[in-house]
């Protein structure tokens, strides 16, 4: 994967993140837009890429580790309190000063996403990655203004965060190089606990981020679009 592409994982995030200096108030609806299409073109490449990749050396437990990762994000969402999905189960108010199970779970969120990008060319995948991160970023770094962290520790918050993909990347990337021990037998398989993420991540953005979960115009058009662009570029592979 070239460089350019590790810096685009980077400056989504850190950018969406500091944006929020640039915007007031929680109702945006051009990032719930943007939240929308990275979800459905998140679970569009998961079904038309990873799915097939993760079983194609034939291993039979994949879809074990596949039902691992989507039980895990739910444990990760009880700490998160659902900013990857872009906004916030709670009111930032009735959080800690810090708000340390926020920051270690969604870090830990962005390093698993980060690891299926050593796999083959993933460029789709990059793009989606890119994509999520920014209202994820958003919602952190609200999340943290509200929390009187003060704009320069805001940053460096945010930055730790967009650094977390890349260093999955090159920790995937050693690992499926066999540069980690013999970890690269088990690669199709901590892949499987990614997808199972994933999966989690990409429908529950489809279904929560609407009111009674009902799609408006606007949003249908952007679910639509995500996934047509993953299958047109599925197909040009074919």
């Not at 969120?109 to 690891?115: S, V």
Request: proline share 3%.
């Amino acid at each position: 994967m070239g460089y350019w592409k590790i810096l685009l994982l980077f400056f989504a995030a850190f950018f969406g993140g500091t944006s929020v200096f640039l915007f007031k108030g929680d109702n945006h609806k051009t990032l719930k837009l943007v939240l929308s299409f990275s979800g459905a073109y998140l679970f569009g490449i998961t079904v038309l890429h990873l799915i097939p990749d993760a079983y194609h050396g034939n291993d039979n437990y994949v879809g074990v580790f596949i039902l691992i990762g989507f039980l895990f994000q739910i444990v990760l969402e009880q700490f998160s309190d659902g900013i990857e999905h872009g906004h916030m189960h709670k009111h930032p108010h009735d959080l800690a000063v810090f708000p340390i199970g926020i920051m270690a779970s969604l870090c830990l969120h962005a390093f698993l996403e980060g690891m299926p990008l050593a796999q083959g060319n993933q460029d789709q995948l990059v793009y989606g990655i890119a994509l999520h991160h920014i209202p994820a970023s958003f919602a952190l770094a609200t999340v943290l203004l509200t929390n009187k962290q003060g704009k320069n520790k805001t940053i460096f918050f945010v930055a730790i965060f967009a650094l977390m993909a890349p260093a999955g990347y090159f920790f995937s990337n050693a690992l499926s190089n066999g540069n980690i021990g013999n970890l690269q037998h088990y690669f199709n398989r901590i892949m499987g606990v990614v997808i199972g993420i994933f999966l989690h991540i990409s429908t529950t953005i489809l279904f929560e981020s609407s009111a009674d979960h009902r799609f408006n115009m606007r949003k249908m058009i952007a679910v639509l679009a995500g996934v047509a662009i993953a299958l047109l570029g599925f197909l040009e592979q074919m």
